[in-house]
């Protein structure tokens, strides 16, 4: 478990931001790191996990979503683009992404990573005219937005847009889908409550993750 004053610092590091990546965005007490854009992440309090225990003598009543939602990604890229933020990812999804594309660990790193304030590594970010700053991993090809590490992306893209703080309320579902935009919310496969809820531990895992891994790096810089 981190310290406070790593909670606390984790919550200076990640405030507001834009949906798929973040822009500082909010960590919860010890958590939180999808990569934010467009207002997606916000400073309000996170949603009960799904792992902690109702409070003695109250009932959990169903989640608003619990016929499922639905979800296709267009391509349209804009949940990896917009303003300047960050896609932060555990040591593991580093190795991983590197291989994916043929490189060591610190070639990748090197290439593809810039370091945040308290060391923590996030990915790259490049200038695309019409869109803003494109995740550095994204490819735009005939009209279509492509990640060239799909299959071994970061937690924090995976659980889009099933994420806590847009799942929170129905409200709070459409307010991401038109801030991001994102065009595949509302639309296409119904994802079913268990995989909903599948992501969102997920999401728990890898900001605890990368959670203990700001801790470790502010035990090695104290």
Same mark, same amino acid.
């Not at 935009?181 to 900001?207: F, V």
């Given at each position: 478990?981190?310290?406070?004053?790593?909670?606390?610092?984790?919550?200076?590091?990640?405030?507001?931001?834009?949906?798929?990546?973040?822009?500082?965005?909010?960590?919860?007490?010890?958590?939180?790191?999808?990569?934010?854009?467009?207002?997606?992440?916000?400073?309000?309090?996170?949603? %009960?996990?799904?792992?902690?225990?109702?409070?003695?003598?109250?009932?959990?009543?169903?989640?608003?979503?619990?016929?499922?939602?639905?979800?296709?990604?267009?391509?349209?890229?804009?949940?990896?683009? !917009? !303003?300047?933020?960050?896609?932060?990812?555990?040591?593991? %999804?580093?190795?991983?992404?590197?291989?994916?594309?043929?490189?060591?660990? %610190?070639?990748?790193?090197?290439?593809?990573?810039?370091?945040?304030?308290?060391?923590?590594?996030?990915?790259?970010?490049?200038?695309?005219? !019409?869109?803003?700053?494109?995740?550095?991993?994204?490819?735009?090809?005939?009209?279509?937005?492509?990640?060239?590490?799909?299959?071994?992306?970061?937690?924090?893209?995976?659980?889009?847009?099933?994420?806590?703080?847009?799942?929170?309320?129905?409200?709070?579902?459409?307010?991401?889908?038109?801030?991001?935009?994102?065009?595949?919310?509302?639309?296409?496969?119904?994802?079913?409550?268990?995989? @909903?809820?599948?992501?969102?531990?997920?999401? *728990?895992?890898?900001?605890?993750? @990368?959670? *203990?891994?700001?801790?470790? @790096?502010?035990? @090695? *810089?104290?």
């Amino acid at each position: 478990r981190t310290t406070m004053a790593v909670a606390i610092g984790m919550g200076m590091l990640l405030s507001t931001g834009f949906a798929g990546k973040h822009s500082n965005a909010y960590y919860g007490a010890l958590r939180g790191s999808r990569r934010a854009s467009n207002a997606v992440r916000s400073s309000e309090a996170r949603p %009960e996990s799904l792992d902690d225990p109702p409070e003695a003598g109250t009932v959990r009543s169903d989640p608003w979503w619990s016929d499922g939602l639905r979800f296709s990604c267009s391509q349209c890229g804009n949940c990896c683009s !917009g !303003g300047e933020g960050f896609v932060y990812f555990t040591e593991s %999804e580093g190795i991983a992404m590197a291989s994916r594309l043929g490189l060591s660990t %610190e070639a990748f790193y090197a290439a593809y990573t810039k370091t945040t304030q308290g060391s923590l590594p996030s990915l790259h970010e490049k200038f695309s005219p !019409g869109h803003g700053m494109d995740c550095v991993l994204l490819r735009r090809e005939g009209g279509k937005a492509l990640c060239s590490v799909y299959e071994d992306r970061p937690a924090q893209c995976k659980t889009w847009p099933f994420w806590q703080e847009n799942v929170k309320s129905a409200e709070a579902w459409h307010k991401a889908k038109a801030s991001t935009p994102c065009h595949g919310m509302g639309q296409g496969e119904l994802h079913s409550r268990a995989a @909903i809820e599948g992501a969102l531990r997920l999401e *728990d895992e890898s900001d605890a993750a @990368i959670a *203990d891994e700001y801790a470790r @790096i502010c035990k @090695i *810089d104290a």
